[in-house]
């Protein structure tokens, strides 16, 4: 899609790739649905597991109905009323935690074991990764080659596997990764040359409260992204406001983060072609209309 609006604003060509549009409302399916397409018949018997705060929750929920498999699903005590009801809608039993005590993976890692079921990873996974990449293929397929290429970011799946699409597809294009500032782990770890972990951010996007970036993200960041962006809540919040009154689109949190550092760096984007992945659009109707209102005012 396209904004008119922002293009002169910016007096760049931004394309947006809308996959808040996508099939449960976010690229999640696609990494998803791709990792567990490759599950033996054994596998698909035994059913998957995953942990997610929703949009992966959905994701691999959605594909297990499709391809016929059970899902087993860790959520947060404090998910998206719209995500947890939805992921429970494709057929999937949902097993709460406290994201700030308790940890996911070593939970998913004791239900693996015990019931031999198949871990789905919501990032740090070959299958997924280059899954969630086909996004940025789309892209670049449809609108050639982009100068910039700005992508949401929480563990690095989305990220990783954009940057691999834009390295083959478009080797001059810069890519960027985007993260909350309270979240900004991937930031310090670009920085450090290792993996940071921090503890569970507070922030409004709720798709980016990851403590540490995956191994397998990680590195291919390292050699294929140009930097790492921070925003704010604050610059969330008016990204959600610019995408419904300008676009009429329905973006969560998590999903604004792309467009936020593209408004931030709007000087060195002039005469630009710019790509901005919206990463989602799952968010609950009251509290989108709560973020909305702050937005209105902090004008």
């Not at 892209?139 to 083959?168: N, P």
């Not at 990204?239 to 550092?261: D, I, W």
């Not at 760096?265 to 710019?274: A, E, H």
């Amino acid at each position: 899609m396209h904004s008119r609006y922002l293009n002169q604003t910016l007096d760049a060509e931004v394309f947006f790739k809308c996959e808040n549009l996508q099939r449960m409302g976010a690229f999640k399916f696609r990494g998803a649905f791709n990792a567990l397409s490759k599950l033996t018949d054994a596998q698909r018997r035994a059913g998957v597991i995953a942990y997610s705060s929703g949009n992966h929750a959905q994701a691999v929920a959605l594909s297990a109905q499709i391809l016929q498999t059970s899902a087993t699903i860790l959520m947060p005590h404090d998910a998206s009323a719209a995500k947890l009801d939805a992921t429970r809608g494709y057929g999937a039993a949902v097993i709460g935690y406290d994201r700030y005590q308790e940890d996911a993976m070593t939970m998913a890692e004791a239900i693996t074991k015990q019931d031999n079921k198949t871990f789905i990873p919501p990032f740090d996974h070959p299958d997924v990764l280059s899954g969630q990449g086909t996004s940025a293929l789309e892209l670049f397929e449809d609108v050639g080659d982009l100068d910039a290429l700005f992508v949401c970011l929480g563990g690095g799946g989305l990220l990783s596997g954009c940057a691999l699409a834009a390295r083959a597809l478009s080797p001059q294009c810069r890519v960027y990764g985007v993260e909350p500032l309270a979240g900004n782990d991937v930031a310090q770890s670009f920085a450090k040359g290792e993996r940071v972990r921090i503890a569970t951010p507070q922030t409004i996007a709720d798709g980016a409260q990851t403590p540490m970036v995956g191994e397998i993200t990680f590195a291919i960041i390292q050699k294929n992204v140009d930097a790492i962006f921070t925003v704010t809540d604050e610059q969330l919040i008016d990204s959600m406001r610019f995408y419904a009154e300008r676009m009429k689109l329905v973006v969560e949190p998590t999903g604004c983060l792309s467009l936020a550092a593209a408004l931030q760096m709007s000087p060195q984007l002039r005469g630009k072609k710019v790509g901005v992945i919206i990463s989602g659009g799952n968010v609950d109707a009251q509290r989108y209309a709560q973020l909305l209102s702050m937005a209105s005012s902090n004008t």
